[in-house]
């Protein structure tokens, strides 16, 4: 039997993935599940928010799906999330948006797929106080970083049958920091000569997305653009709720979904576990257990199309009547 590190989260991820669990093990799948706690529920007892049990875990293990874990806003610790990145090297964010069934949203064209680096930049938060009224932070770009997350775009796009991979940056601002990342996609393509490519600044990105998604397939981008990217691609498809990712490195993976942990509606029975189910679902993949994946992700299509919806995707379904109703559908 497979054994896969969870990492339960905090705020809404305790429900979310007991739901997620409980739809893998009524599929069939018989996974042991090395649960794992990180993040401020932890750090009084072991004086960290990641542990290194946490990493011990996923190195043995190599796969992790993992509930989002708080980050204290503007003090405190730092974000568990880029910690585990970070000391696992995951350096590829992968966050396919998708159309779901039977989920209104403006567009019904979307099939793109962000590919963030995940190592460096700005969100690196390398960054200092200059005195009690300046700051200053380090926007990091390697050649070595840059080229490997473009390689893996054009990867990616080659398996996955895409025709063209897009990069995003302010080059021409950021002249030699995004200057470097475009140098990079540029001397990388080279090698790819079947794939089409395309150079948006990320302003013009958004702009693009939100009047035709239907444009863009795979696009490559630094760390920065592409957290804040892929919220506005989560946005095309419903929302967070329903925007799953992955942080894939070269011995480990980490799946989890775009969204936080929710304090807002955390505890109250309605979160939308889609979001992680369909990273789930990417991991079963990732794992070659692909028929459990596509028996699960037929579930979830046949739940949507059958009009039962959480309240976040215009619903009225509680988590556990939608996980229900999921299961029921197996
Ligand atoms: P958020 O993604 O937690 O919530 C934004 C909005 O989307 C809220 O209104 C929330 O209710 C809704 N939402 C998110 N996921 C949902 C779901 N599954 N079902 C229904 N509604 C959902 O973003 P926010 O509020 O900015 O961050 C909250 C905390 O999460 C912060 O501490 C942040 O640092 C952390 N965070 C953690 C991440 C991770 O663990 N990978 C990623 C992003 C944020």
């Known amino acids: 039997m497979r054994t896969i590190t969870l990492i339960n989260g905090d705020g ?62 503007g003090y405190g610790f730092s974000s568990v ?24 949203t403006r567009y019904d064209n979307v099939n793109l797929v962000i590919v963030r680096e995940n190592t460096e930049d700005l969100y690196a938060g390398v960054e200092h106080r200059i005195d009690e009224n300046s700051a200053e932070s380090i926007k990091i770009i390697t050649r070595k970083a840059s080229e490997r997350i473009c390689r893996y775009a054009f990867e990616y796009a080659v398996k996955h049958k895409r025709k063209e991979v897009c990069v995003a940056t302010k080059a021409n ?10 140098d990079c996609f540029r001397k990388i393509a080279q090698n790819y000569p079947k794939i089409k490519t395309r150079e948006i600044l990320v302003d013009n990105l958004c702009l693009q997305l939100v009047q035709d998604p239907s444009q863009f397939e795979v696009i490559v981008m630094p760390n920065l653009y592409g957290d804040i990217v892929s919220d506005l691609t989560a946005g095309l498809i419903g929302g967070l709720g329903v925007a799953q990712g992955a942080n894939i490195g070269e011995y480990c993976a980490v799946f989890e979904p775009v969204h936080g942990s929710a304090p807002d509606i955390k505890g109250q029975n309605k979160a939308n576990p889609t979001a992680l189910l369909l990273s789930a679902i990417e991991m079963l993949k990732y794992i070659d257990e692909t028929t459990y994946a596509e028996k699960i992700e037929k579930a979830l299509y046949k739940t949507l199309k059958s009009g039962i919806r959480t309240v976040d995707i215009g619903g009225t379904a509680s988590t556990t009547e939608f996980t229900d109703a999921i299961i029921s559908n197996l």
């Not at 601002?173 to 475009?182: E, M, N, V």
């Open 12 to 73: 809404i991820g305790p429900e979310i993935s007991d739901a997620v669990v409980k739809i893998i093990d009524a599929s069939g799948l018989k996974i042991n599940w090395d649960v794992q706690t990180a993040g401020a529920d932890v750090v009084h007892e072991e004086g960290t928010p990641l542990p290194p049990r946490v990493l011990e875990s996923i190195k043995v293990n190599k796969v992790a799906l993992k509930a989002p874990v708080t980050t204290p806003i």
């Open 81 to 104: 999330n880029v910690q585990l990145r970070k000391a696992l090297d995951l350096y590829a964010s992968v966050r396919p948006a998708k159309n779901l069934p039977n989920i209104q």
């Open 173 to 182: 601002i950021c002249k030699l920091s995004d200057g470097l990342f475009l």
